[in-house]
């Protein structure tokens, strides 16, 4: 899918554009269904995103997870979280476009169909979620501080494939991303994030061991930070690449001169 890349010079916001991809459509009116679901996955999912970029754990065209990625990342966590705080939305039914399958079917340049349905009926899932079961309260901290520990900690990334289509975790087996593909430097499935509709793309193909290293670098970073009840502003802190050794040690020894100095 040829992508144009735009960035602003004065802003410096970037935008890509494209054509004719009604995946891409239907994936934002999925996201936005869910974020009109419960006010904290926006929350969360634009704190996560600051995380990543600032952390330069937030760049597919050099071997990280996308922006999109990283809130499939989080829709799926809540999806998971006990109790719930989201519903698995392509198990349902009901709503805008949903009973259109012109709406909710969508083709690839290439000639593949991808079934999108999904339940886009708000009000008929929330008054469902309030009825049915007990409610999870967390506050947006708690759930910051479990999706964290859920990636560090509980996560296989070996063996896991995270799926917001069905709100489980699958396995690389079963969806035969176990090998790299051929012809393709970056489908190497270190991380796999089941896109929800195009259902054969990885999301997490474009890292390399090297890349894979410094996002699971990270998430270890984040947990320890926030397990140790460190702020957001410490969290987010932008990242810094580490000084050369020779650079270092004069840091090291003018501290130590400093201290020196100030004891005297």
């Known amino acids: 899918m040829p992508i144009i890349a735009l960035e602003d010079r004065l802003s410096g916001l970037k935008c890509d554009i494209c054509m004719c991809n009604r995946l891409a459509l239907l994936n934002s009116r999925l996201l936005k269904t869910y974020t009109q679901l419960d006010p904290r996955l926006r929350i969360l999912a634009y704190t996560i995103k600051s995380w ?59 000639g593949r169909a991808f079934d999108c349905s999904f339940c886009a009926d708000v009000e008929g899932v929330a008054a469902a979620l309030q009825a049915v079961g007990t409610p999870n309260t967390a506050s947006v901290g708690e759930l910051l501080v479990g999706f964290f520990h859920r990636y560090q900690r509980d996560f296989d990334w070996p063996k896991g494939v995270v799926s917001v289509r069905t709100g489980l975790y699958l396995n690389k087996q079963e969806k035969k991303w176990t090998t790299k593909e051929k012809g393709f430097r970056g489908d190497r499935h270190l991380f796999s994030i089941e896109d929800p509709f195009e259902i054969t793309h990885d999301l997490g193909r474009v890292l390399d061991r090297e890349t894979l290293g410094e996002v699971r670098q990270e998430f270890e970073r984040a947990n320890t930070m926030l397990s140790n009840e460190r702020s957001l502003d410490a969290l987010l802190a932008p990242w810094q690449e580490a000084a050369p050794a020779k650079e270092a040690g004069a840091a090291k020894a003018a501290g130590v001169a400093d201290t020196q100095t100030t004891q005297a």
């Open 52 to 110: 990543a970029k600032r952390r330069c754990i937030n760049d597919p065209y050099r071997g990280s997870p996308s922006s999109y990625a990283y809130v499939l990342l989080v829709i799926h966590y809540l999806q998971t979280v006990n109790p719930p705080v989201l519903p698995v939305l392509q198990e349902l039914r009901g709503g805008e476009w949903s009973d259109d399958p012109d709406q909710m079917f969508a083709r690839t340049p290439d």
